[in-house]
């Protein structure tokens, strides 16, 4: 790569470090502002799902508005969005306040990261160049979530509004550099009366919204009320798709909707509940039940990290060598292994019978995040890539929506009234089958892109056989089958395709 490109792949590996960092602090932090804000379990949890509501809600949006005014400006604009509202969740004194903020600062990243993203993806060249660029970005992801858990550690126990003033900082230099660093470009040229999908994007953010509702609202809400919300969000649903057959300029290019793009996002949703919802769940264990403070917490998870040093260095050979496919499908069988390991939790676990929970989620983590990032970019057109990004960051946010919210119910319901140590380790552990079911499902869903590439593998081989066959007929002067001139024909295009299955 060039000097400026490994300027450009900086700054935005910086944001997408800030976005971990960002999440991580906060995630350490949610005890200490439950007892200062007097917040609820529900509450507290809405404080993180606001944040991926926002995020996942407009994302598809987001990376759309990039590919139609520019991926540059709107990745500054929004950048000094996120910059403002992070500090201003600072100041909060009620939890309205602080849901508020973080839902605009998740809008925020979800018009930056696709932004972010699609630059990658249009700036280095489809292959080895770009596996590396994402594999970096995806590591330098996980290094601003490792840091999160200290640094929140740290500025929790100070004062936890340093949690939201803190990016303030980093968001500043960002926005410096990236004013320097990334390129200027035409602006996308755009058809006449291409604009864009605001009906798309308001039925898919309110569909989204209702569904992560209805689980939420699952374990304590009337039956009336759960069903009514489940009904509205599957109709929205209908609703948004329908827009999307019919729209001149659509949010979501239906065409684009191939099985090894809708397959990782599928595993991406999976994945990011589990992950999601079992840091929730491990954070409230440690700090509400053990009294762990939360610097000792952040330092207890920070073994997650682990990814943020194989990401970029030993995930790159192994793509080589096995394919995404299977690293994937390893990622996920880690992860359920991870979750499994920690079912058994006890009221007075050493550090030592959690560690191999822990290390093993931070392995699934190098493992499955960079490739899922490759095979949903992976054969797209240039001037689709930022809707590709929203897709795979979209089912991401809205899966650790759907975590957070699924290991919140459980949690609620389980747990007894009491509120004495035992039942809330009751609680602890019944919650902590959300995650394992969901890393269950992804292995499951991962596992058909193992047999999808052995498939066309095949199609490959016999499209070989059957243009050798067509060609000796050919010199022979013997008559072509039409036939088999369409089996040459879709042996040839499987031969084309194979080499970039997932």
Known sequence: MSARQWGVLLVLCGAVFLEGIDVAMLNVALPVIRADLGLSTGELQWVMSAYVLGYGGLMLLGGRAADLFGRRRMFISWLAVFLLFSG???????????????????????????AGLSVITTGFAEGAERDRALLIYSGTGAGGFSLGLVAGGLLGAADWRWVFFAPVAVSAVLLAAALVLIPRSPRPERAPGESMDLAGAVTATAAIVLLVLTVERAAHGSAVTTAATAVAGLGLLAVFVAVERRAASPLVRLGILRAPLVRSNLVALLFAAGFFGFQFLVVLYLQELRGWSTLRTSFAMIVIGIDAILSPTLTPRLVRRFGNARLILGGMLLAALAYALFLPVGADWTYALMLPSLVTLGLAFSLAYGPLTIVATEGVDE????????????????????????????????????????????????????????????????????RGRKAEAAVAGRGVEAGAGAGAGVDGGAGTDAGAGTDAGAGTEGAVRAPVAP
């Open 88 to 114: 201003l969740g600072g100041f909060a004194t009620e939890g309205w306040m602080l849901i508020t903020a973080r839902f605009v600062t998740g809008v925020a990243a979800a018009f930056i990261t696709p």
């Open 383 to 450: 001037e689709e890539q930022g809707l590709a990004g929203g897709l795979l960051y979209t089912f991401f946010q809205f899966g650790a929506a759907l975590g957070l919210a699924g290991a919140t119910a459980v949690n609620i319901a389980a747990t007894p009234s009491s509120g004495s140590p035992a039942a809330l380790l009751d609680g602890y552990r019944a919650a902590l089958l959300v995650p394992f079911g969901a890393a269950v499902l992804a292995a499951v869903v991962a596992a058909f892109g193992l």
